[in-house]
């Protein structure tokens, strides 16, 4: 299911959702690991936590939002997708919510602020299921990150933020790291130890 009406919404309204191709991508990974538990941090309209949510082996999706205004949309249309019973969105600041979080998750997809990827990295080792993957959406950030496309100044310390996530979980012993070139830039890292 592409949710056509939904990204069109984000579209019109200029709401940041994840690519269509990147969430192909997403979607396919859930299927073929057969992922039973979610956490999306970045929730926007719900758009990703949807299309996640219905996937055959999917039981739940944990999503974080910290903008009331998205949280409230999300909440309606889950609701419109009957997904109330599969996804738990939560109003909270992410970094507040890793942090008390005892949960274990087959996945853990970044989608939020992106120069926090760093940071939240050594909390959300803890919160990963063996085996389990985080996948961080946005990581060449428009081209900036690899340096195709001058950074304006605005930018520079989320994109050296970035770098750093990158650097942080490709050099990390506890993950296998794979950068795809899909959408803005992914990067799987599959935890293989959480010593």
Excluded: W
Excluded at 72 to 101: Q, V
Excluded at 146 to 170: A, F, H, K
């Amino acid at each position: 299911m592409k949710l056509t009406a939904l990204r069109l919404y984000a579209e019109q309204n200029n709401i940041p959702i994840t690519k269509e191709d990147t969430m192909d991508f997403i979607i396919n990974y859930i299927d073929e690991n057969k992922v039973q538990t979610i956490l999306e941090i970045g929730t926007a309209i719900a758009y990703g936590s949807i299309n996640m949510a219905l996937c055959d082996s999917v039981k739940l999706v944990e999503t974080l939002e910290i903008s009331t205004k998205n949280y409230e949309e999300a909440l309606n249309n889950i609701a419109k997708y009957n997904l109330l019973n599969k996804i738990e969105a939560h109003l909270i600041d992410a970094k507040m919510f890793i942090d008390e979080c005892n949960k274990k998750y087959d996945l853990i997809y970044l989608d939020g602020p992106k120069g926090q990827y760093h940071h939240y990295l050594p909390r959300l080792i803890k919160l990963l299921n063996k085996n389990g993957a985080i996948i961080a959406d946005n990581i060449f950030f428009h081209g900036m990150v690899n340096g195709d496309i001058l950074t304006p100044s605005s930018c520079r310390s989320m994109v050296n933020n970035l770098r750093q996530y990158i650097d942080d979980v490709t050099h990390n012993d506890n993950f296998e790291s794979h950068i795809y070139q899909i959408g803005d830039g992914v990067c799987v890292s599959k935890l293989v130890s959480n010593t």
